[in-house]
Every structure is written in structure tokens, then in C-alpha cells.
């Protein structure tokens, strides 16, 4: 069912039940005020029949016929009936109906009651007079009232099916104007394509859902947008870096098949292979690390940067042993203060790559390495005294591929940094880098415990 046709049918469903309830209570309280306007009709007959009556001693026959003129029979179906203290019913001889002693005896006791059996209401006064107590009940059928109950029945009953029919249709007309930006905004998305990620939908003023759905897929579509860019980015120049050493091996290959050659000649080209299908696993590796941090990594533990960045040192002194680290800590004893929730193995490769980076562009002098805290925050310091990075090319370091201008004749890819972004990203740490030409580069660390 589509949302509109939900919403109409909720709000035609919550509409009639709201409609039921306040013609359910106007119902029952015009039936209550009938119920206790006819009580009151009965008691002014009760008492009238009694002062009637008992005024008869104090009458002529022919005073009191001209008395009971006055006051005739006017309620349907009406019974009266008066009893003296003996139970007897006085002044109105007809046995037709007559009423229990208990009912009579609950009239003295009470003095006024009020029942109902069935459609027939009965009032019961105790009236005292200077000749005796007597018990006057009245009885009759509220016949008018009930056809008034009845019609007003129908005409709510047919009201409310009229309501809940014109309802319905005003529900599609609310829906359908209350959803209209939504289908609008939907209609705009089914025609954006990966082709055509760089429009975006329209916008206002204003803080409604219908625009802050807008203003979220717009947000959506850019980052869409930045990520098919770097995609398309990182596969031209995966390619064109794949291609480099596949090309020369290639070309070895060919050249030394080409002819019968020494021994010796074999051998160099052997050696030229290897040495490109070494560069073409490194490039390879470092492209599967690349595609490995745009996986939700979960796997976060407990980590102390101190006993991560002498793991990191002890690598390159193995893998160097003429590099030259020197290693500094300005820690306080308390190692819950540099100890931080991360991915050992992806921390691991994101700082060897800026230490490797270091060693690497300042050809093997002294590259400083110091974790110390600052307000109340673990930084990583790693400064060398290399080649530098222009101020033109500051901004485009961590971008995959990309190697700066002075970095000619050192081997590499560009990706190793690209790479320490992501993982720093991943784990909330934020970067500083700081350099110059021929001077050195230095990148803070600052980690979030």
C-alpha cells in the first residue's frame, strides 16, 4: 500500500473514531436529560395527582370535577396510584395494576424513588397531608421521547457515514498535497545516474522534514560524487602504475628472447624481472592495504602507543639497519592516559609509512620519533630532515597517487600516505603536517583517548 493511500486511510480511520465518540457522548447524554426530564414530569403528576386528590375532602363534587378538568391525563401510558398507611390504594379505584408492598414500603422509607423497568419509568413521593401520610406513584412511558431518540440515532447514524465518505476523500487530498514535495523529490532522484551525480535537488528555506530529506540527499550525492571521482581516480592511476612495471617486464623478456644470449645476459635479465615483479608486489600490496580500509574495520581494542611506536621501530631497524630513529617518550606514569582504542595492524602500517616516508626523503640521516601529551592529549611527533614538500603540494598529499615535484629519483607510488589517511580517519586522529623545502617535514599525531 502506498504511503498515501496509508495516510488517507489513518486519518480517515482516526477522524471516525473521534466523530463516533463525540456523537456516542452527545447520544448518551441527550438520552441521560430525557431520562431525568421525564422523572421530572413524573413527579410534578405524582405531586399533582396528590394535592388533586386529597384536596377532595375539602371540595364539592362538582368543584372537584371542574378541578380534575384542569389537569388531565398527559403522559403515555400513565398509571397513578395513591396508598394510605394500610397499603390501600385510595381516591383511584381501578385494580387493573397495582404496586408491591415493598415498593411502597421503600417510598416511606426513602421518602422519593425513581426506577425504571424496561421502557416504563416510575416516580414514587411520600406526601404528607392533614388527613394522613399517603404514598403516590406515578408511572408512564416516555413514548415521545423515544421516537425523539430514535430519529436522533438516524440522523447521527447517517451523518456519520457521510462524514466518514467525505473524509476519506479528504484524506487523499491532504495526502496527496502533504506529499507532494516528497514525490517531487522522488521524481529528481529517478533521474540522477552515476553519470549525472553531480546534480543535486532543490532546496528552500526553512527547517520541514521534506527539505531536510533534500538537503540529506544532496549530502549523499556529494560524497556519491567525491567517491566515483576517487574511484575513477585511483583506477587510472592503478593502472597506469600497474602498467609501468608490467610494461618493462614485458620488455625484458621480449628483448632477452629475441636472440641466443651469454649466460651472463640471462642472468641481468632475470635479475631486471625480479627486481620489477618486486616493485609490482609492493605496488600490489600496498593497493590491497588501500582497498582494505574502506572495510568497516570493528575489531578495536585496547592500545598503548608507546609499546606501538618501539613495535614500529624495531620493524625498520630490521628491515634498515642504517636507518636512524631517534626515539623519544615525555609520558606521565599513568599509561591509561596513552592508551587508546584502535586496530593494531592498520595503526601499525599508517605510522610505518610516515616513519618509512621519513627515512626514505632524507636519505637515511636522523629521523626524531617523540610520543608526548599535550593537554591531556597523546601526540606522535615524527620530524626529518629531507627534501621537504612545496607549499603547492601540501594540499595534495594524502590524495592516492599523488607525489610531489621534488620527489623525482625515489622509489614509490604515492600510495603509502593516501593510505595513512584513511587509517588515521578510521580511528578519529587528527593531522598536521608542517614543512620546508630542503629544511624537513614534520607530521603531529593527535590521538583521541
Known sequence: MKIRDRLSLQFTIVSAVLLFLVLAAIYLLTWANRKKDFYGHLQERAFTNAQLFLAQDNLSEEKFRDVQKKFPQTLPQEIVRIYNDNDESVFIKDSSYQWNKSIIDQVRT????????GNRQTVGIYYIDNSGNFVTLASAVDTYGFNQQRQLFLIMLIGFLISVFVLFFAGRLFARIALSPMIKVINDVKIIRSSSLNKRLQTKEGKDEINELAITFNNLLE??????EAQSSFVAHASHELRTPITSIIGDVEVTLSQEREKGEYKKAL??????SEKLNDLINNLFELAQTNVDITEFR???LDELIWQIKDEWNGRMPDSKIDLQYHLPDDSRKYTIQGNNYLLFIAISNILKNAIKFSDNHEVSCRLYMHNHTPVISIRDKGIGIGKEDLQKIFQPFFRGGNTFGYAGYGVGLSLADKIFRLHNIRVTVQSQLDIGTEFQLFFST
Do not use: N, T
Not at 426513602?110 to 423497568?117: F, L, P, Q
Not at 635479475?271 to 620489477?276: F, N, P, Y
Open 110 to 117: 426513602e421518602k422519593s424513588i425513581e426506577y425504571e423497568e
Open 223 to 228: 560524497h556519491l560524487e567525491q567517491s566515483f
Open 271 to 276: 635479475e631486471g624481472v625480479l627486481a620489477e
Open 302 to 304: 585496547d592500545l598503548r
